[in-house]
Every structure is written in structure tokens, then in C-alpha cells.
């Protein structure tokens, strides 16, 4: 018999699943609000399955406990639960599971964007053109997001479905012009620069995004029709901004030594230390070589460090 965690991790995946579908649909006008709606519904209920995971399966764990007291004052000495118009138990909200689980700072910033854009799109958003793009590249770290985590805490591989949208779109904007946004709404206005300060926010992660960029390029070839590439997860291939590439390798050799310095009680930056960092270096989660103009192919480069890399250095050394 399957557990509860598991049947809510089960309807979860069916939830990701039917966004998916329901976003790459060739024409479907309400396809980024529908998406919205059905990956915050699938994120809660992967949530509440990690949450019953986390509380020995106890269902009484995810009902919402009634706070009302006697009417001489004390408490109730049984728990009681609060319950909706039909009489059953309510269950905690997406909001409190995100606070109450031991989450990545990166993939709590993207659970917040996406439910900003899921309860604009409730409550009154008409999805205009100019936002396609910023809906596209939170929706596919949403997906990447998703498969990582599911991975990596329930042991679960979701490599058997089909986890990829398609942005293939001729009227996909490159960039958000200001002059498209004076036509738009206070309203609009506000969630863009609620989405954009986001994904701006300095923290970094190896394994979760607020947002992916993704570029699309257009060749003639000999072959007819479109190349897209795809990664071996199903996610399109994408271009970091120098924003992000910052965001991701925000310390420079400098910084890397003093934050070192500031962690270990034993380092010394001699051929034993250059051997390590060469070593690690190697591995694209913990250096990447960056150019110093960013615009300019021929400028030179310098490598900038994750600071994933400072407990790597764990092995070697003594933390204080």
C-alpha cells in the first residue's frame, strides 16, 4: 500500500504534467495563466508530500489548528482543526510550506514569483504580449526546478515523462521595449517590476533558478524547418546574462581567499591549496571563466567562483 506522501507526490506529477500540456498547446489563449495556476498546484502538493514525509506520515500534520479557546479562556485538550464549508479539514497553505520546510533560498524566490504571477492571473491579469517572455523563462525554471527537486527528495526520476515546453514563438519578444509598457496598465507595470527584482535578488544556487533566459536563434540552413536544442532533461537551452552569470560566480579570487580564510582554521595558500582549487575549478558548478567586458569576445577573461566551492574546500580543511 502506497504511502499518503506518495499519492500526493503521485497527483502531484499529474499536475505538472496537465501544465505542461495545456502550455504547449499550438493556440490556447490563457496559456501562461492556466500554466500558473497548475504548477502552483502541483508545487503544494509536492510540498505537503515532502511535509507528511517530514512528519512520519501523520495526516493530522497538514490540517490547519483551530486557535479559538473555551469560552472560560483555556485551551481545548485535544487539538481541533479548522474546516471548510463541506466540513472537511483544511490543509495548509503553499505560503506556510515554503516557511516550514527546509527550502534553497533560490527556490523559494522562484515559488514566490510564480505565485505572484498565479494569483495576478486569478485575480484579474489579461496576459499581455510584452510579458510572454518573462512568463516563458520562470515557467521553465518551474520545470527544471521541479525535476531537481522531486529527484533529489523523494528519489523519484521524472525522466519517463515528458518534462519540456516549447517557446518557439514568432511574436516571442527579444527584450521588453518601455514603449510597449506605457500601453499597459499600473497593474502590469507593478508585476513586471516585481518579477524583475526577483530574479536580480544576489543569491545564487547550483541547483534552482527564479528564472531561466532563454534566447532563440533562427538559421537558414540546407535543412528546412527550426532547430531547437534541448538539454537531456527536456529544457531549452538558454543564455546567461552577465546579470545572472554575476548572480551565479559572484566572488573573484580576492573574495574567495578571504571568505576561505574567514571559514578554515588550518588553509594556507600554498602548491597544496592551488592543486585543490585547480581540481575543483574543473567542475562547472564551482568556477566559471567569465570575459571582463562581457559584449566583447576578444576581452579577457578571469574566473569567478561559486560560493558552493567554499564548503568543497571542506574535505581538505578544519572549519572553525
Known amino acids: 500500500m502506497k504511502s499518503r506522501s506518495v499519492l500526493l507526490l503521485e497527483n502531484s506529477i499529474h499536475a505538472a504534467i496537465a501544465a505542461i500540456e495545456v502550455y504547449n498547446k499550438p ?14 498546484n502541483a508545487w503544494e502538493l509536492c510540498l505537503k508530500a515532502k511535509y507528511l514525509q517530514l512528519h512520519h506520515n501523520r495526516l493530522q500534520s497538514l490540517f490547519v489548528p483551530l486557535t479559538k479557546k473555551k469560552k472560560d479562556g483555556t485551551e481545548y485538550k485535544t487539538k481541533r482543526y479548522k474546516t471548510n464549508r463541506s466540513g472537511n479539514y483544511l490543509t495548509l497553505e503553499i505560503a506556510y510550506l515554503i516557511e516550514h520546510i527546509p527550502l534553497d533560498k533560490v527556490l523559494k524566490n522562484h515559488l514566490e514569483t510564480l505565485i505572484e504571477i498565479r494569483d495576478n ?16 523563462e520562470v515557467a521553465a525554471a518551474s520545470l527544471k526546478g521541479y525535476s531537481v527537486f522531486v529527484e533529489s527528495e523523494f528519489k523519484f526520476s521524472l525522466k519517463e515523462y515528458d518534462f519540456s515546453i516549447l517557446p518557439i514563438s514568432f511574436n516571442l519578444p527579444d527584450i521588453i521595449e518601455p514603449a510597449s509598457l506605457q500601453k499597459e496598465s499600473v497593474e502590469i507595470k507593478k508585476l513586471l517590476a516585481y518579477l524583475i527584482n526577483k530574479r536580480t535578488e544576489g543569491i545564487s544556487s547550483e541547483k534552482y533558478d527564479v528564472a531561466l533566459n532563454i534566447n532563440l536563434k533562427f538559421s537558414r540552413s540546407k535543412e528546412t524547418g527550426i532547430k531547437v536544442r534541448l538539454d537531456k532533461e527536456g529544457i531549452p537551452i538558454f543564455q546567461e546574462t552577465e ?18 580564510k574567514s571559514v578554515y582554521v588550518d588553509i594556507k595558500f600554498n602548491s ?15 568556477a566559471k571563466v567569465r570575459l571582463l567586458d562581457f559584449d566583447n569576445p576578444k576581452s579577457q577573461k578571469k574566473v569567478y567562483y561559486n560560493p558552493s566551492i ?7 580543511y578544519k572549519k572553525r
Open 121 to 136: 492571473a486569478i485575480h484579474f491579469l489579461n496576459n499581455p504580449v510584452s510579458l510572454k517572455k518573462v512568463f516563458l
Open 272 to 286: 597544496k591549496f592551488y592543486k585543490i582549487k585547480k581540481n575543483l575549478e574543473a567542475n562547472p558548478k564551482y
Open 243 to 260: 546579470e545572472m552569470l554575476k548572480n551565479r560566480f559572484p566572488l573573484d579570487y580576492g573574495k574567495l581567499t578571504e571568505k576561505l
Open 27 to 40: 493556440s490556447f489563449l490563457y496559456r501562461e495563466e492556466i500554466f500558473s495556476i497548475l504548477m502552483i
Open 310 to 316: 567554499i564548503d568543497a574546500f571542506g574535505e581538505y
